[in-house]
């Protein structure tokens, strides 16, 4: 899992197949303790399975102030430089909202 910023100064963590669902839960609850949302971006089954388990994960933590959450999905393209050249890739987007 890592954190990254794209040009909107859009905070996203990078979710992969082998990310621990513990540890991406953890992080969720934590960016949403101080912000009202976070979003997660995966690219592939995989990496999207361990996101959607990490959110359910996440919202029983946050259960803990009374709070709920909620997702809203998207897809955007991203750019990885490649030696072959720029290689593009859709990722799905789940932007996680607090619900106080």
């Known amino acids: 899992m890592a954190t990254e910023k794209n040009e909107t100064k859009e ?7 082998a990310s ?7 992080a969720i609850a934590n960016e949403l303790y101080e912000e009202k ?6 690219i592939g089954a995989g990496a ?3 996101a959607v388990k990490a959110v359910v994960l996440a ?4 259960a803990t102030r009374g ?4 997702l809203q999905p ?6 990885f430089d490649d030696p072959g050249g720029p290689q593009e890739r859709s990722a799905i987007v789940l932007k996680v909202i607090v619900e106080k």
Request: net charge positive; charged share 30%; no cysteine.
């Open 11 to 17: 905070k996203h963590l990078r979710v992969r197949s």
């Open 20 to 26: 621990d669902v513990h540890a991406v839960a953890g």
């Open 37 to 42: 949302e976070v979003r997660l971006r995966s």
């Open 48 to 50: 999207l399975n361990q």
């Open 59 to 62: 919202r029983s933590f946050v």
């Open 67 to 70: 709070w709920d959450i909620k």
């Open 74 to 79: 998207a897809m955007e393209t991203v750019i």
